[in-house]
């Protein structure tokens, strides 16, 4: 079973900056797609970015583009999320995902259906 795990979420005041990194393993079939989402209490999840990693192209949220960076190292079978200028609207449970030739849904470029979760980070933005 693919396993997927976060680290680097924390505490972090206005205006400051935070990297997320999900470590993929166990993959068995060729990754299509990964992606980062997140959910606020009270707000469903939503994907902030995805990436595709055979070409590296990336597509964002609206309320994130230019502030956030996804990036992939597939040597270390790892996806990062770079956050910048953070704002208390970024707070919630990160969490990492990816798909596969098995689980893929044609046309999701950038994962918005996948088929493998991690556990979740928590990114807190507050003063």
């Known amino acids: 079973v693919v396993q997927l795990v976060e680290s680097g979420g924390g505490l972090v005041q206005p205006g400051g900056s935070l990297t997320l990194s999900c470590t993929a393993s166990r993959f068995t079939y060729t990754r299509k797609c990964m992606a980062w989402f997140r959910q606020a209490p009270g707000k469903p999840r939503e994907r902030v970015a995805g990436i595709v990693p055979t070409n590296f192209e990336s597509g964002y949220a609206a309320s994130v583009k230019g502030r956030f960076t996804i990036s992939l190292d597939n040597a270390k079978n790892t996806v990062y999320l770079q956050m910048n200028n953070l704002v208390p609207e970024d707070t919630g449970m990160y969490y990492c995902?990816?798909?596969?030739?098995?689980?893929?849904?044609?046309?999701?470029?950038?994962?918005?259906?996948?088929?493998?979760w991690g556990q979740g980070t928590q990114v807190t933005v507050s003063s």
């Open positions: 995902a990816a798909a596969d030739s098995r689980t893929w849904r044609i046309r999701d470029t950038y994962c918005d259906y996948p088929g493998y």
